[in-house]
């Protein structure tokens, strides 16, 4: 089983501020890697797949890059929306797996 | 609108068995794999089990495999997920998602998620 690791565990930003968030596979899921927002109460919402597509409907603040292990989300000018827990998920192999997840919170 | 809508939550008692349900809507539903994933409280998320679109492909995770059956039924654009042999650590939400991509058996991304139905495993 491939095991995702997120860092950092939780990120403190301002309203306005770029977040950077790290994703790292335990071995190479080339680019099948997603990443989902949760907020409270609420089912996951999918952001990115293919490691760098958007999903329909997520505004361009919203970026990931990456390939192999290493994999980032950047959120290029935090919006008080964007205050939620992020999770990253391979689906190179099965089983797919999800990542501990990132917490952005407010600074 | 899609839609994923699941029932048959509740508390059961280790060791009993529990049905969950999930219909779909808005979408061809025979078009696509189906998916359970589950969320401890205050925990990530893990995937349970999936189905091909016609059934000929499923798959476990290891944590659930003996105890649970996963099935469907096209015709009434529903997923099912039979929990047997229920364990304290199966306490979590369980949620129905759908696969990015149409059709096929493989591991994917999930772009529609229903709203889960949380099962208790308490004593």
């Known amino acids: 089983e491939i095991v995702m690791t997120q860092s950092p565990a939780t990120l403190s930003v301002s309203p306005g501020e770029r977040a950077t968030l790290s994703c790292r596979a335990s071995?190479?899921?080339?680019?099948?890697l997603a990443w989902y927002q949760q907020k409270p109460g609420q089912a996951p919402r999918l952001l990115i797949y293919g490691a760098s597509t958007r999903a329909t409907g997520i505004p361009a603040r919203f970026s990931g890059s990456g390939s192999g292990t290493e994999f980032t989300l950047t959120i290029s000018s935090l919006q008080s929306e964007d205050f939620a827990v992020y999770y990253c998920?391979?689906?190179?192999?099965?089983?797919?797996?999800f990542g501990g997840g990132t917490k952005v919170e407010i600074k | 609108e899609v839609q994923l809508v699941e029932s048959g939550g509740g508390l059961v008692q280790p060791g009993r068995s529990l049905r969950l349900s999930c219909a779909a809507s808005?979408?061809?539903?025979?078009?696509?794999?189906m998916h359970w994933v589950r969320q401890a409280p205050g925990k990530g998320l893990e995937w349970v089990s999936g189905i091909s679109w016609n059934s000929g492909s499923i798959g476990y995770a290891d944590s659930v495999k003996g105890r649970f059956t996963i099935s469907r039924d096209n015709a009434k654009n529903s997923l099912y997920l039979q929990m047997n042999s229920l364990r304290a650590e199966d306490t979590a939400l369980y949620y129905c998602a759908k696969p990015e991509m149409i059709s096929g058996w493989y591991p994917d991304a999930f772009d529609i998620w229903g709203q889960g139905t949380m099962v208790t495993v308490s004593s």
């Open positions: 808005g979408f061809t539903f025979d078009d696509y794999a």
């Open positions: 071995q190479s899921v080339s680019s099948n």
């Open positions: 998920q391979q689906y190179n192999n099965w089983p797919v797996t």
